[in-house]
């Protein structure tokens, strides 16, 4: 065996195996990073699909006995849950456990959290920049998080060797580590994905409430770029209710700069002012051409959604 493929960690808590959670586990199993994983959910529907999927080694419906003799726990909830989870665990952490999680905000987490981290127990906030519109332990694959940021969050004096061990783990289960400051974090996601997230849920909403254009039709013409919302629309309600109440700040700052901008759209438009269009769109064009080239997403033309014919 040699020093990579040795099991990171002893015993992983997995506190939440929905889709993150349960592609973690599938990841540290391909990886073989945990000697035991053990996953936590609330209710029993999802212990039992969890159970005949057998990502985990054992599973629990208290995140007490999750986390007992863990090396690594994982909060892996939606957010609004972490602060409950953290104070019911605090007593059964081991000294010299890391406690990290996977939430989609970071300020709020380390106000919610860090209060109950007993001493001796390493706290560090992490988020995989990683996910689908699919939810539930059924959803999780071992792919998820390849060639995917995983941003690190640690608290000033983190204990170094702790914050390596959770950046090698992250690299083996596939990411590329980043370490930021959770106010930053914040801001960043805000705009990459949060802002995103509602767009669609808004335009997904107010297509649902149109009275002069059919629901049938709708659905019947959504190729035309509504359909690319509808997936986004679409993600776990309860994910994103808790990441728009705890990133709160960073959210409405974005949204005020994304309405001043589509201000100045509505004003072109209203009059004729095609060159700014067009110099917007060339600019935007040019931005989806970074990322594909960044490796963040595939070219083929509508995602790949399009099948040629073999030639
Ligand atoms: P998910 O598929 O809906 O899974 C959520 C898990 O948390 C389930 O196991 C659920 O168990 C459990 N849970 C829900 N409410 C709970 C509560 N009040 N107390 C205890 N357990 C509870 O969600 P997910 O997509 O994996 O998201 C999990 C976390 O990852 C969130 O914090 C999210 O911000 C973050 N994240 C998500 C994505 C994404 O694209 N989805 C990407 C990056 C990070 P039960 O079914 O038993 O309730």
């Not at 005949?52 to 007490?64: M, Q, S």
């Not at 949060?194 to 669609?200: G, K, M, N, R, T």
């Not at 629901?215 to 209710?241: H, L, N, Q």
């Not at 109440?245 to 901008?261: H, I, K, P, Y």
Request: charged share 25%.
């Amino acid at each position: 065996m040699t020093a990579d493929s040795r099991p990171a960690f002893g015993k992983v808590a997995l506190l939440g195996i929905g889709l993150i959670g349960s592609s973690l586990a599938h990841a540290m199993r391909r990886a073989g990073l945990a000697a035991h994983i053990a996953g936590y959910a609330n209710q029993a529907e999802t212990l039992e699909k969890a159970r005949a999927i057998g990502f985990a080694d054992t599973l629990h419906d208290k995140p007490g006995p999750a986390v007992r003799d863990a090396d690594l726990i994982v909060l892996a909830t939606p957010v609004g849950a972490f602060g409950e989870i953290a104070k019911e665990i605090a007593g059964d952490l081991k000294r010299g456990a890391i406690l990290s999680d996977v939430g989609s905000v970071k300020t709020a987490v380390v106000r919610d959290v860090g209060p109950f981290v007993p001493d001796g127990v390493h706290f560090i906030p992490a988020h995989p920049i990683a996910g689908t519109e699919q939810s539930g332990p059924e959803a999780g694959f071992a792919e998820l998080f390849d060639g995917r940021w995983c941003i690190l969050t640690p608290p000033p004096g983190v204990d170094a060797a702790a914050l390596e061990k959770l950046k090698t783990f992250w690299q083996r289960c596939g990411s590329q580590v980043e370490v930021m400051d959770p106010k930053h974090h914040d801001l960043v996601l805000a705009i990459t994905s949060h802002v995103p997230h509602l767009i669609a849920y808004n335009i997904v909403g107010t297509a649902a409430d149109l009275e002069t254009v059919t629901e049938s039709e709708v659905i019947k013409y959504s190729a035309g770029g509504f359909r690319d919302f509808t997936r986004i629309a679409a993600s776990d309600p309860t994910m994103w209710r808790d990441v728009f109440l705890n990133n709160r700040e960073a959210v409405l700052e974005m949204l005020g700069r994304f309405s001043e901008d589509l201000s100045l759209l509505q004003r072109a438009i209203r009059w004729g002012d095609g060159d700014m269009l067009f110099n917007l769109f060339t600019r935007t064009r040019a931005i989806r051409r970074s990322i594909i080239d960044a490796g963040q997403d595939i070219a083929e033309p509508n995602f790949g959604r399009i099948k040629k014919p073999p030639k």
